[in-house]
């Protein structure tokens, strides 16, 4: 950390403050840090090469084992092992990180959404769903359904997958970013015209914020603003 500048260090603060929440200690920010410590020392005497083994094999690691409540070194193992396409362990260092979080009352739903991908990765549907409809009703339930919503679709269920990617959009409320984002996902995964006859629907119902904000966001993805 002594080479990194005060700029790039005041970001992994903040990035790691924003992952962590509010319910961990000084001690908890600080036995992150020296963890980081050690992985970094490793990539600089070894080369970033190294790092793999501690990643696939997290449980033998020299450095991580130290550290097993740690959310931020399982989350982020979690989303390394996905690019690796090792989604078995992808899938215990997430929902590991998830468990962790939950104790600690500070959920990440991003966390919540790689785990779920895992599944969705190794068409282990039912799990994914099982998972998924345990958060039906939580803050951040946009993310649960739009997942379950691309389940849906790979599981040739097309009337509950835009069933399910309507409910996202109404979870998602008047975010505009939250919205952009499960438009794009049910654009790619379906079709614009889906999105625009929910917006539609909104609107011809009284939802007429939603329903513009939607008609917005798609209009601004797909370059059509006059």
């Not at 079709?191 to 209009?219: F, M, P, R, Y």
């Amino acid at each position: 950390l002594v080479s990194v500048s005060p700029k790039v260090l005041m970001g992994l603060v903040g990035q790691l403050k924003g992952i962590l929440g509010k319910g961990y200690t000084k001690e908890s920010f600080l036995n992150l840090l020296v963890m980081l410590y050690e992985i970094f020392d490793v990539a600089r005497r070894d080369g970033i090469v190294a790092l793999e083994s501690h990643v696939e094999r997290p449980e033998e690691s020299s450095i991580l084992t130290k550290y097993p409540e740690n959310v931020y070194w399982n989350y982020r193992a979690g989303r390394h092992a996905i690019t690796l396409k090792n989604f078995s362990t992808a899938q215990n260092l997430l929902e590991k990180a998830w468990q962790i979080a939950e104790e600690k009352n500070t959920l990440d739903p991003v966390i919540l959404d790689y785990y779920l991908e895992s599944f969705y990765q190794t068409k282990e549907y039912n799990k994914l769903l099982s998972v998924a409809s345990e958060y039906l009703d939580a803050p951040f339930a946009y993310i649960v359904y739009a997942q379950m919503a691309q389940t849906y679709l790979a599981l040739n269920q097309n009337d509950r997958a835009r069933d399910s990617y309507g409910k996202a959009l109404s979870k998602a409320g008047t975010n505009i970013s939250t919205i952009k984002s499960v438009t794009n996902n049910m654009i790619s995964n379906l079709d614009s015209e889906s999105v625009q006859e929910w917006a539609n629907k909104q609107i011809n119902s009284g939802n007429q914020l939603a329903g513009h904000l939607t008609l917005a966001a798609l209009a601004g993805i797909e370059n059509k603003y006059l």
